[in-house]
């Protein structure tokens, strides 16, 4: 038996590596979950139903326009495009992610892709960054850590919601712009970050303006990707991907 062999984390070992690792995206995103859970009944939901949406969707940005444009006189197809609209940024994660996990078998994927949120794809580029190979078994301690809390946290938080008498009065408005700012300042020593991170933003603010909200989203990621595509320096031809070399030694 060789010594990478040896040495190699066990299944069991990689899971709880990523469990603390999402423990403190857990944290992070505490807040949030028990403000859309207080949103969600102060709209009208039931328990079942602020539950049933977490569970389901398992995206705090979608969610709360979801809570904007249900129980209003919108067309069925126009509220899961805007959903879309704001999720569409999941869709590029996605493709990022599929070339670094060709190692895992399709019910992987499947169920990998389905956990895939914000936080979730900056850990597992953090840990592309050191050459370390993503396993699945650390992918899901990190993945089902946070959902398992974040639809927990949301029946919380539309338990007690009626606890919170204005959450716009004490700032809790801000949660997502501030939890999504230190996702991005995250990435701030990778080349090109400055100019896209500015695009992204200008773009952004300018579709807000004239096009609407939640497009916007999806614009501003746009002109950010085409920046970063029309800047990039070609990698060199022998540059080894830490899907196909794994860890470094």
Sequence with gaps: MSAETIHEPSRSSQFWQGFRM????????????????ALATQNGFSLFETV??????????????????????IPAWLVVLSIFAVNFRHILYSA?????????????????????TDPTYAETERKIEVGERIEFAWY?????????????????????????????????????????????????KRPLWLPVVVMSGVVSVAAYLYVGSPWHVSIGAAAGILLAAALAKPHPPHDPDPDESGAVP
């Design 22 to 37: 999402g423990v403190p995206i857990v944290v992070a995103a505490a807040p949030f979950a028990i403000l859309y859970g």
């Design 96 to 116: 990022a992610l599929g070339r670094r996990i060709g190692h895992w078998s399709i019910w992987q994927k499947t169920i990998g892709f389905f956990f895939l």
């Design 140 to 188: 899901f301690g990190v993945a089902f850590t946070v959902y398992v809390f974040w639809v927990l946290l949301s029946g919380i938080g539309g338990a007690f919601g009626a606890l919170i008498p204005d959450t716009r009065a004490i700032g809790l408005d801000f949660l997502l712009p501030i939890y999504f700012l230190g996702l991005v300042m995250g990435f701030r």
């Design 52 to 73: 049933l949406m977490s569970a389901a969707i398992f995206g705090g940005a979608s969610q709360m326009v979801g809570l904007e444009l249900f129980g209003q006189n």
